[in-house]
């Protein structure tokens, strides 16, 4: 009695893939692994990449080297409920290739870098090199990091869009610290590449209280930071005790548009510096 197995591997990383394929073709010979499969899904919208195996007889074997050798393949990778005959049917619709394989040497005609009879489209590697987008770039780029209370956040909403329109790239939680993330990674992360740290001062800014506004506004001191405190809503004898000596801006219309001046010019600096 014939056993299957389906293996779901990727489209754009198929060569990683292609060792774990030739390793089976290797270690099976055509009595024991009677048939073998690849099929491919060439819709870029969701690509598709799968292996199909029959084998003749037990299985159990085959269940052991996969656990012991190809761990994250046994566990990740194997796909159920999900049967040969549904492929073929989808033949119609042309919604798979479907190639045969009996030798691992085949494989490096059947699963290429490149496109070929059964892959329409490159790796992902191919491709990401000829197409190269700039967004990846900016990533690590200087930001201006926001610090301030979590009980301003609809204040510091209005200074953030502003500082997006104005094209200057800026560190405010809200918009890059999701669910699952590392908090204190990912603070530390924007802090290194931080030049400017804009402090937003007000009634609810209590830096004793609080952990996080005590870490930031500590690391800009320590490192040399440039401290910009924007006053939210404290008057003059309020934020002289909070900041000393400083000079502030306050966080107004005309204020914010000193602001964008300010970072602007630092940003033209440096561009001119670097240049």
């Known amino acids: 009695m014939e056993a299957t197995y389906l293996f779901e591997l990727s489209y754009g990383n198929r060569v990683y893939d292609k060792e774990f394929v030739g390793s089976i073709l290797d270690r099976y010979d055509n009595s024991k692994l009677v048939g073998a499969n690849i099929i491919v899904n060439n819709n870029p919208y969701n690509f598709e990449f799968y292996f199909h195996l029959n084998f003749d007889g037990d299985t159990q074997e085959f269940d052991r080297w996969l656990e012991t050798e190809y761990y994250s393949y046994f566990l990740n990778s194997r796909k159920y409920n999900f049967f040969f005959d549904e492929f073929l049917f989808s033949l119609q619709n042309r919604g798979y290739n479907i190639q045969g394989v009996l030798t691992k040497e085949m494989l490096e005609f059947d699963i290429p870098k490149g496109p070929n009879h059964i892959f329409v489209f490159p790796d992902a590697e ?9 967004f990846s770039e900016v990533i690590n780029r200087d ?3 926001i610090s301030h209370s979590s009980k301003d956040k609809k204040i510091v909403d209005k200074l953030f869009n502003t500082l997006q329109k104005y094209e200057i790239r800026s560190f405010y939680d809200k918009h890059e610290i999701f669910p699952t993330d590392n908090i204190r990674e990912v603070i530390n992360h924007n802090l290194k590449n931080c030049k400017t740290g804009i402090i937003c001062v007000s009634k609810n800014f209590n830096i004793e209280k609080s952990e996080w506004l005590k870490y930031e506004v500590e690391y800009f001191r320590t490192h040399n930071i ?13 934020i002289k005790k909070v900041i000393g000596e400083i000079r502030y801006i306050d966080l107004s219309d005309e204020g914010i548009t000193e602001l964008v001046k300010v970072l602007k010019n630092q940003l033209e600096f440096k561009q001119s510096y670097k240049g």
């Open 143 to 145: 930001k201006v990091f």
């Open 126 to 134: 191919t491709l990401n090199s000829r197409f190269v987008g700039g």
């Open 226 to 238: 440039q401290i910009i405190p924007v006053n939210v809503d404290l008057n003059k004898d309020e």
